[in-house]
């Protein structure tokens, strides 16, 4: 379902025992979607490899991002945002655990 109106914080649920992941607009090459973690990471050995450009911001919270290649480590903070390259294998190293850390992804 697409979401034309709403609020970034809201309807967040009070139990999230898997990572949430939501669609707010979709259209042709472009989609939008809120993510929110609390304590979700992805799971060991397992790598994210799109095949699209995915562009990130936190919106609230922090978060660590591990590329596969030199194993480099990126902490975000609010407000921070990163382009991910299709095909950059990746994971979600951490996030925290006892605040709600919202992402807007961008998948273009």
Same mark, same amino acid.
């Given at each position: 379902?697409?979401?034309?109106?709403g609020?970034? &914080? +809201?309807?967040?649920p009070?139990?999230?025992?898997?990572?949430? &992941?939501? #669609? /707010?607009?979709?259209?042709? $090459?472009v989609? /939008?979607?809120?993510?929110i #973690?609390?304590?979700? @990471?992805?799971? +060991?050995?397992?790598?994210?490899?799109?095949?699209?450009?995915? *562009? @990130?911001?936190? @919106?609230?919270?922090?978060?660590?991002?591990?590329?596969?290649?030199?194993?480099?480590?990126?902490h975000?903070? #609010?407000?921070?945002?990163?382009? /991910?390259? +299709? $095909? !950059?294998r $990746?994971? @979600?190293? *951490? !996030?925290?655990?006892?605040?709600?850390? /919202? *992402?807007? +992804?961008i998948?273009l």
């Open positions: 379902m697409q979401i034309t109106n609020n970034i &914080f +809201a309807n967040i009070r139990q999230l025992p898997e990572e949430l &992941f939501e #669609s /707010i607009l979709k259209r042709d $090459h989609r /939008i979607e809120r993510i #973690s609390r304590g979700h @990471v992805t799971p +060991a050995n397992q790598w994210y490899d799109q095949d699209v450009d995915e *562009w @990130v911001m936190l @919106v609230q919270g922090q978060a660590r991002i591990v590329y596969e290649e030199g194993n480099e480590t990126i975000l903070t #609010s407000g921070d945002f990163l382009l /991910i390259p +299709a $095909h !950059t $990746h994971r @979600v190293d *951490w !996030t925290m655990p006892d605040l709600d850390t /919202i *992402w807007l +992804a998948h």
